[in-house]
């Protein structure tokens, strides 16, 4: 956390001073806003959290409800949406408030007395280590709780617009604020009331029946019978030894997903309530909970639940889906006009409740979507850069919704069907990162370069989310993870890995830093804007191969030790090197010739590159900025 | 973290409902009070934040100041304080954002230039793995913050009340309030007012010219002249390549201990001014920060110091000094009465800066009282525990200040004046937890046990803290740090390490927790009240030989799977095992036919048992509680 350099900071760090919009923001909704996001939901939430960083960016989030989310809905959050958090702040303490899953068990029925079931397996949950971040289980309402406490912590002080309801938009092009939206007041003061707000960009993060959708006139198409499950977040008193651990339990009358919950004592069921024809819902939706209850019983024989207190229950039925497009460009006017309003999360795709999917993609689609309005807003990218989010995230839920109906019927199979022993350590390994939500790899674009260079860094694949890995940090000799320092603050990462010549001596990172530094062509020079800090487009940082005790930082280049804030002071923390033990060069098979990794705001490698190739590092840039 | 387990927490889990006192605490301070904490330095906070966990006590802090603390004094944080910290609940928050020490550097005159500083050594700071925890470095202010963050989400809800200044007290040993106050109120409002408060107890924690202390007759003795160091707070530029590690600089013009802080760019200097004698600090008193700068600079040469913005600057002067007892009763008294006046922190002793013991000592001292006036004014323990405080501390406080000064004149030896290499190496090791904070060992007493039975554990000494080891939480199959579930809540911990039987065989650990409760004799029974939980008291745990995949939860005894809270809910959350790599009962000592740790509420091992001595057991706890 880096801080003070402004002056000193005696209280909170995490609270930033308020700025621009955020100096006298007003409590009401107003007229005309930058960005107007439907739904308090993850995916709207993360969007939010992302756009309250700056300071120039009018945003509103509006929900329909008339507060915050109390209770229910998902509650599985990925290794990757607590690396998500990590760059948001606040990854520490939810991973302290939170359930963590680190086996889970596979319930039978018992071969000799298949009334009855038995722990058949147990699996540890990340047997290839995939992730430094833990997968957890907490309440939705609590992540979008710490949403809300960085936005309200940002410099737009940002906050949730509660008690309004989007009844329609109409996308009429005409002048700085293009989108018109219609917002209800279903409930409070206003009661009855209606709204109109003028947008220059409307995000849709309405949930799996988002009137957005509707109004852009997206389809969704996949599955046409829906899943049930009986859903219960209880407190209950039980014989069931792994009542504390998540498992999949098999009955002959029936099977249950069990997930402990955070705090130690609460746990949720998923009673699987099979297929239901979309037409044909009703008497599933009737289900009570004493059914839910009984039926769990059942599966459960011979052992018992004595439920206690009933927290939150509900019939949850879901199905593969996904819309034909994330933006309101038509098929046809693709390259013609960029889009205006966009969707996100359940409003574009849903998924089986088995593999957790829901609360994470959403996410992913929030942190893929705010930069980008972020650039394009402050004036930095072509609004050509806003038809990137529906091109990559489109895609990736397509391929996520083919896996998970693989992955869940590989799941199924029983071991005796397998070929050999090893069939399901393969499957486990290769499959990995699919519940840890690393496997989205985006395709070659203006933000993703063709992996000419990828020999360079193969452990950073190109279209990959750019995995940390134990470095030093020189200055101060702190072993830290290099990932962790990439906060959700907008600004591209730079990473020069060095050459094998120590500073001071004549080194390609040297040359390559020079020019970065001096080259009227050096995307630093040209696209960080006048007044900013030489920072604050490009987060540049290097890793040495020696030992942080054989390295002086008194003749590392100046680009890496760059005069940031009104006091021109040093930032330190851009200046890394190799941890013998655990060499990130090895680890990360980076070449020992030095290699330039280039990763987004949200995480993804955009390009490996060598040192030398100094015209394509410059060449990558210019499309995606305008100045 | 526990809860849910009253009914579904929704909001943040850290906030506890209010209670008892805090459901409707009075904003204005009241007449009469349990406790009065005088002053809301360190020593005064954690006592608060201790005190205010227990809703039937009403515990108020006065303070001189007009608000809370905004900058300067002390700022390292130990690694004991850090684990104080997380049972407070807030390490994770307070590490995320302070510096951490990891290395420390030595710079001394460069033998071929004697006017020129050189880096003469590095050294791990934690060379010996003393901690889980990390050393800090981060502002008294933000330590501060966070214990009235703890006070303000208590059931009582407390709040430092500011603006009141101690002018003296009375015991006047009549009714239930024999403690009478008087306060001034410096500023604000009532400026020049005065209000008078009766309290059962009073702790004076009002620093190094404590006017409790004065009040109940306590002198402070120990070096006659003071040290004097000119500290500041700096954001500055500069070419000294060890600017953001922990340093020891000398030259020949003078010395500096550099410490870097908190947020990336700050740091702190303490200049030696050398030794003053205490009837004449005027000259030194008036050194200004244009003078300590320019001496910094002459101390760093060859390398320049070029200051941006002063954050904080002082001259700080200390002695070691200690007052001769740290209540209100004489020693010819000792034996007939018991205390109402304790004193804590700086009011009792005094530190040099160099070991950074000031704020750490400090807050061990309100950990030790806090839950002591806890167990008397809940009427759990006789008055006559109180008079361990003193007996404890004063011992400590003593022990510290003598081992402070040895320790300083060994660091001070050049490696050339040791006998041999590995000297040094013994000698790191042996003292490594003294800047830990972690050489405090208390004398047997009514608290304290004989060794008797310590073979049985030797890596948990009798009289020093519980150190954690990791074992795996057998319902979740969570690696955890065993001593990390151990919260300030007041409440006894009691590790049962179990002998090598498994669970559901005949044992050791099964008759004696059968014994602990059913047997008449038990603490649990006789010390537990009617209408609480079983584990309100003691916290028993069990930690089991066997690896946790071949241990059936179903069969330990529910002594260690308690029913609590209104619905009777079993707590899973008192089961370990051992992890076979890194096995507790060898890490720590632990004899395989089993043994009884008994830990304080402060986290002190108290006894340590075989399970067979039951008596032993229940007559160690029956002169602590008085039902
Ligand atoms: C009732 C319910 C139960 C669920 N149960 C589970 C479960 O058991 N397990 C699981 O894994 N996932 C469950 N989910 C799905 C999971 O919560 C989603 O996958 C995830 O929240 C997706 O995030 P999102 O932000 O896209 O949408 P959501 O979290 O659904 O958020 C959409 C938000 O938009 C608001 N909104 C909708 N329409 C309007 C409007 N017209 N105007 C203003 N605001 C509007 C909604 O009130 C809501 O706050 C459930 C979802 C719901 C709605
Ligand atoms: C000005 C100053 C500078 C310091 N600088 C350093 C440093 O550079 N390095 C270092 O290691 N340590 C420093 N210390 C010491 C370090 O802060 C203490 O060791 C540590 O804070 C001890 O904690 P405490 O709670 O016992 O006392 P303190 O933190 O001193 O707290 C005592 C509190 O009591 C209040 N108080 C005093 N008298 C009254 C009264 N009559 N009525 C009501 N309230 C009263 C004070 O305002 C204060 O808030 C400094 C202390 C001070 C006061």
Redesign the pocket.
């Known amino acids: 956390m880096q801080f003070h350099h402004h002056g000193y900071v005696s209280t909170d760090p995490r609270i930033q001073p308020a700025a621009g919009v955020g100096i006298d923001r007003p409590d009401e909704l107003p007229a005309e806003v930058d960005v107007l996001i ?8 993360i969007t939010a959290a992302q756009l309250s960083q700056f300071p120039g960016i009018t945003t509103r989030i ?4 008339g507060g915050r ?1 109390a209770i ?5 959050i990925q290794a990757r949406s607590v690396e998500t958090f990590q760059a948001f702040g606040f990854a520490e303490r939810i991973i302290a408030e939170a359930y963590r899953i680190t086996e889970m068990a596979f319930w039978k029925p018992d071969p000799s007395d298949p009334s009855r079931i038995v722990r058949h397996a147990r699996a540890d949950d990340d047997p290839t280590g995939i992730s430094e971040f833990p997968h957890l289980i907490v309440n ?1 309402a609590r992540v979008l709780d710490y949403f809300a406490e960085v936005m309200a912590n940002s410099p737009t002080r940002m906050k949730p617009d509660y008690g ?4 329609g938009l109409e996308v009429t092009g005409d002048g700085d604020y293009p989108v018109t939206v219609t ?1 209800g007041q279903p409930a409070g003061d206003s009661e009855g009331g209606e709204r109109v707000v003028r947008a220059k960009y409307v995000v849709g ?8 959708r509707q109004a852009i006139g997206c389809t969704m198409a996949g599955d046409q019978a829906f899943h049930a ?1 009986g ?1 219960m977040d209880v407190l209950a008193v039980t014989d069931f030894p792994d009542i504390r651990t998540k498992c999949a339990i098999q009955s002959e009358v029936g099977s249950i997903l069990h997930i402990p919950r955070e705090g130690g004592y609460l746990f ?1 069921m ?1 009673v699987d309530l099979g297929e239901v024809a979309a037409d044909n819902k009703g008497a599933i939706r009737n289900t009570t909970i004493e059914e839910i209850i009984a039926k769990a019983n059942d599966i459960l024989h011979p052992y018992t639940l004595d439920v206690k207190n009933v927290a939150w229950h ?1 019939v ?1 039925e ?1 199905a593969h889906r996904l819309t034909d497009r994330f933006d309101d460009v038509l098929p046809e006017d693709l390259g013609t006009r960029t889009p205006r309003v966009f969707i ?5 795709h ?2 089986s ?1 088995k593999a ?4 994470n ?3 992913q ?2 942190f893929n979507l705010g930069w980008k309005l972020a650039h394009v807003l402050e004036g930095r990218s072509p609004e050509s850069l806003l038809s990137t989010y529906s091109a990559e995230r489109h895609v990736v839920a397509q391929n996520l919704i083919d896996f998970d109906k693989e992955w869940s019927s590989l799941m199924a199979r029983k071991p005796e069907e397998l070929k050999d022993p090893a069939e399901l350590e393969t499957f486990y390994t290769s499959t990995a990162e699919f519940p840890a939500g690393f496997m989205t790899q985006y395709s070659p674009s203006m933000l993703i370069a063709e992996a000419t260079h990828g020999a360079l860094a193969t452990g950073y694949p190109i279209g990959k989310r750019f995995k940390s890995a134990p470095v030093v940090r020189v200055s101060d000799t702190n072993p830290v993870e290099l990932g962790h320092h990439h906060r959700a603050d907008g600004r591209w990462r730079v990473y020069a890995f060095a050459d094998s010549a120590a500073p001071g001596e004549a080194s390609a990172v040297a040359e390559w830093a020079e020019w970065l530094r001096t080259s009227p062509e050096s995307p630093l020079i040209v696209h960080t804007p006048k007044d900013a800090d030489i920072d604050s487009v490009f987060d540049v940082k290097v890793v040495y191969q020696q030992d942080h005790t054989g390295l002086d930082i008194g003749r590392v280049p100046e680009t890496f030790l760059p005069r940031v804030g009104p006091f021109e002071l040093i930032d330190y923390e851009k200046v890394y090197s190799a941890i013998p033990a655990r060499n990130i060069f090895e680890l990360r098979g980076i070449d020992r010739g030095g290699a330039v990794v280039v990763v987004r705001p949200d995480q993804y490698v955009a390009n490996v590159l060598p040192l030398t190739a100094t015209d394509e590092l410059a060449a990558f840039f210019r499309p995606i900025f305008t100045a």
């Open positions: 439907v739904g308090t939901g993850p995916a709207g939430m509006v929900e329909r409800r989310l229910g809905q998902a509650d599985g939705q309004y309801e989007f009844r917002l993060a309405d949930g799996a029946r988002s009137g957005v499950w859903v949720r998923y509900s949850y879901v996100t999360g359940d409003a574009c849903t998924h409740a957790g999917q829901g609360m993609v959403s996410m689609d929030g």
